[in-house]
């Protein structure tokens, strides 16, 4: 992928994307753990971190924040409003509180540290992100899409034909909607509307391998 650099990281081997905005700067979408990893790939490019990005607040997407977000005190810290409650301090016990049980405390007592960073931007959907990229013409669109988690956001470059879904949308299937603030009606609609994003669109998710918009089957989840 032009422009993005992926590693597979934290206890769940989520999708981390490090998008090169330009030759100097870069975003990190979803940093689920690895944090010195990321750090070391990110100077190896001579690259420095304007952004963390959140999909959602997930244990699994979030555990290398905190080592980025002290590794680059000056870059911000963005995710949708309605994930803002799980973050901040007693970081381990509101994640086991929303998303223990099932094997989950576990998990989490393992991958996150005691805090993070509280947000710096809580996004509502509609905003655009990066519009002065040399990298993406146009920056990122925040699409809202509530379904695995209340606050879930995907980011589309339409000038790059490109969605990063988080645990929206995967190859096949879709994220699951039985967490706390999850809904399968909610997510029903996310999809629709992302339906009518353009056939040749590249899906880059949370999870596993990437598909497209016309290869995802959105009949089976109507």
């Not at 706390?180 to 056939?199: F, I, Y």
């Not at 596993?208 to 089957?217: E, L, N, S, V």
Request: glycine share 12%; with cysteine; hydrophobic share 40%.
């Amino acid at each position: 992928m032009d422009n993005i650099l992926h590693l597979e990281t934290g206890i769940l081997q989520v999708n981390t994307y490090i998008i090169v905005l330009n030759e100097k700067e870069a975003a990190v979408i979803d940093p689920g753990g690895n944090a010195d990893e990321i750090t070391a790939l990110l100077k190896k490019h001579n690259l420095d971190l304007k952004a963390v990005v959140l999909t959602h607040s997930h244990f699994d997407h979030i555990g290398g924040a905190d080592g980025l977000l002290k590794a680059f005190p000056q870059c911000k810290f963005y995710a949708h409003k309605a994930e803002a409650a799980y973050l901040g301090d007693n970081l381990k016990q509101k994640q086991c509180s929303a998303f223990g049980g099932g094997g989950f405390d576990f998990y989490i007592m393992q991958s996150l540290p005691e805090s993070v960073r509280g947000l710096d931007v809580l996004l509502e959907g509609g905003e655009t992100l990066f519009e002065d990229s040399e990298n993406f013409a146009g920056g990122f669109d925040v699409l809202h899409t509530p379904g695995h988690s209340a606050g879930s956001i995907c980011l589309y470059c339409a000038a790059a034909g490109l969605l990063i879904s988080g645990d929206t949308m995967f190859a096949g299937s879709c994220g699951r909607t039985d967490l706390t603030g999850g809904s399968e009606k909610a997510m029903k609609e996310s999809l629709k509307r992302l339906s009518t994003l353009p056939e040749a669109t590249q899906v880059l998710p949370g999870h596993g391998g990437t598909t497209t918009i016309a290869d995802f089957p959105f009949g089976y989840f109507a």
